[in-house]
Structures are given as C-alpha cells and as structure tokens.
C-alpha cells in the first residue's frame, strides 16, 4: 500500500514491482511464525542474517542456551554462567523484530563435566537444578517467548530415561515418576509467568507408546495445573517417512495433545535424504509441503520450525551419515524446492507466480 502510494506520488511506477511474501510473511497472516535454531557466531555471515531476519519470525539456540555452554561453571552466581552467545541471539531477535525460543533447561545431554561427573549428592544438584531454572529463565525474562523447559524426558518405549537429573542420583525424586520434570516447571513458571513452558521430544510424533507416555504425563499435569503451556515435537525425519498412514497417524497425534488445550510446536524440522538429485529433493519437498499442511489445518500448530534453515550448516551430515541435504535453503542460501512447497503450504505467493502478474494488471 505504501509503495503504491508513494508510486503514485512520485508519479513513477503505475504497476508497483510485485513483492514476494516470505515464509514468515505468508506465516504471519496465519496467526503462526516460522523458525530456525541458529549459533550466534554464524551471525558473522552476511548472507547468514539476511535470510534468517527475511525469512524467520522466531530463532532458537541451536546449542548455546544448554546447559553446558550457558552454565559450564559450579554454582549459580554470575560467574558460573556464558551468556555471551544467547545475549547475542536475543539482541539480533529483537533488531528483527523476531521471537527468541530458548532450548533446552532441563536434558540428559550436553551438561557441564561438573554436574555430569562433579559426584554430585542429591542436595547439590537439586541447588544446580533449581538455581540453573532461576538464573537463565530470569535473565532472559519477558524476552523469550516459549521454553522447552524439559527436553527427551522419556525412553522409546515410553519409560522414564535414566539421566542425572531423575535417578543418577537425581533431585531427590528418584522412583517418583515425573515428578522431577513437575518441579522444572513450576520453577520456569516462577522465573517468568508469563513465558509459554514446553516439553520437548523426538520420536513422538506418530501414535505409540512413547507419544503415549507423553500424553499421560501432559493429560494429568492440565489436570493438576502444573504449569505447561506446549508440546514440541523435533521431527527430524529421514524423507521415507513420507506415507499417508505416517501423516494420518501425526495428524491423530497432535489432535489429542491439542485437546488437552496445549500449544503445538515443530520444533526441530530436518528432512533428511540420501543425495541432493533432483528427484530426491522433490520428494523432500512433497514432504515438506504436507507437514506444512498438516499443521496449517490444526489449530493450535503455531510454530513450523526446521533445525538450521541453510544445508551448510546443518547437524543431519555429522548424525545420520551418508544423508544431509535436510533443509530449505542449499549450501548456497538458495532457495530449494522445499522452500516452494512450505511457502505455498503456508499460502504465501512466490515471486514468479502467475496469479500475482495477473493482479498487477
Ligand atoms: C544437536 C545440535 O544440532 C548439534 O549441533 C549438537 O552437536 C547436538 O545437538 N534434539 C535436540 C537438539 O533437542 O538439541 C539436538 O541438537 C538435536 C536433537
């Protein structure tokens, strides 16, 4: 509107240039954001930052906010903790008027040598549990929008996961079920009310009996008004998970979860395939394009978010060897095949599409 206006003004221009939507403008008209987790020395990138600030309404920490890189040092005053990198992505979310998701508080990996292997007794890491929640949601308070305050919680087949924080010794809630990740949250409510709190896991995607385990847990904490707001799901999916009963088995899913009045998250999006052929990247795209839909026709999906957004800096090649090519943008930040299909899914117009040149005529 404003450039025809001024078009108008100028007397210039009588066909304003077109402008594409991006996946966060076409998101945005949906009552949903588009995001990616991000490392803040990649900021150094110019092409890095100009396609996450255009493309990107939310970032996330694809590491620096876990408990090892923010908080490597024993104890909870000041200078046991790093924020060096997180302060650097919630400064670069803020100049573009972006959300910042923190990831992850509570998890079994990627802690400290000193609560790992510190000896620590229950009454010590119960104090590094509790002062870790306190310092790192309150300093970034009414700045991050949505924690994962508890991350991987559960085991394929739906038991609880043996980590230091449960029974190796654990809180002191050893054999006491979720209780411990109760406590987590009700100490992430108390660091910041008004932030949306989060549980997040992979392999819960589809129907079974860890997505299962998952349920209960969120069922009977809505029920006792322990404080969650949201499920995350990662999805990181290699590209043959691509079948209908697969879709319709996710759809399923997150209809229970979102009954249960939770917020839904695609938290962790990669699509990994075997090489970058042509083929393989359409069939990526297909996939893409459907989970897009998928969370397009639920209500309560508010985040479609990929790990990384750029193949050349992606986990996929490093964790799942010999495939890769997982995200939206190539090694290049070009757009892919799968950037068109989430775009389209999302209802936002490309550049070359033909209805935008009839409109302009
Ligand atoms: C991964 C990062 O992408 C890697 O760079 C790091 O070496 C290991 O962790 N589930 C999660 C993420 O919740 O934090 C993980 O991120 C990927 C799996």
Not at 35 to 60: I, K, M, N
Not at 139 to 159: L, M, P, Q, S
Not at 174 to 200: H, S, V
Not at 323 to 328: H, M, V
Request: hydrophobic residues 40%; contains cysteine.
């Amino acid at each position: 509107m404003t450039t025809m206006i001024l078009a108008l003004l100028l007397g210039t221009a009588s066909t304003p240039a077109p402008t594409a939507d991006t996946l966060r403008s076409a998101a945005a008209r949906t009552g949903r954001d588009v995001g990616a987790a991000v490392g803040p020395h990649l900021l150094d990138e110019p092409s890095y930052r100009t396609v996450l600030a255009r493309e990107f309404s939310v970032l996330e920490a694809e590491n620096v906010m876990k408990f090892g890189p923010i908080h490597p040092r024993p104890g909870s005053d000041p200078s046991a903790f790093d924020f060096e990198g997180s302060d650097r992505l919630i400064e670069f979310a803020k100049a573009n008027r972006m959300k910042a998701r923190g990831h992850a508080l509570i998890w079994h990996n990627q802690n400290p040598t000193w609560v790992e292997k510190g000896n620590l007794g229950i009454v010590e890491l119960n104090e590094a549990f509790e002062g870790h929640i306190a310092a790192v949601v309150g300093r970034y308070k009414g700045r991050i929008y949505a924690w994962d305050v508890v991350n991987e919680a559960f085991a394929d087949d739906g038991t609880l996961r043996h980590t230091v924080w449960y029974d190796r010794p654990g809180i002191g809630l050893a054999d006491q079920g979720t209780a411990y990740i109760e406590r987590a949250f009700r100490l992430a409510r108390k660091a910041d009310p008004r932030c949306k709190l989060f549980y997040n896991d992979y392999g819960i995607e589809t129907l079974g009996p860890k997505a299962d385990a998952v349920y209960e847990m969120l069922k009977d904490f809505r029920a006792r008004k322990v404080p969650v707001d949201g499920i995350g799901f990662q999805c990181h999916f290699p590209v043959e998970m691509n079948k209908p009963d697969v879709l319709d088995s996710i759809e399923r899913n997150f209809a229970r979860f979102a009954k249960l009045g939770l917020e839904i998250h695609i938290t962790e999006l990669d699509i990994r395939v075997k090489d970058g052929s042509v083929a393989s990247l359409q069939a990526q795209a297909d996939f893409y394009g459907k989970l897009t839909e998928l969370c397009m026709r639920q209500p309560k999906c508010k985040l479609f978010q990929t790990w990384g957004f750029t193949d050349r800096y992606s986990w996929v090649p490093r964790f799942f060897r010999g495939t890769g090519w997982a995200l939206l943008f190539d090694e290049n930040y070009q757009k892919k095949p799968s950037y068109d299909a989430v775009l389209k899914a999302l209802g936002g117009k490309p550049k070359s599409d033909p209805e935008l040149g009839d409109r302009k005529r």
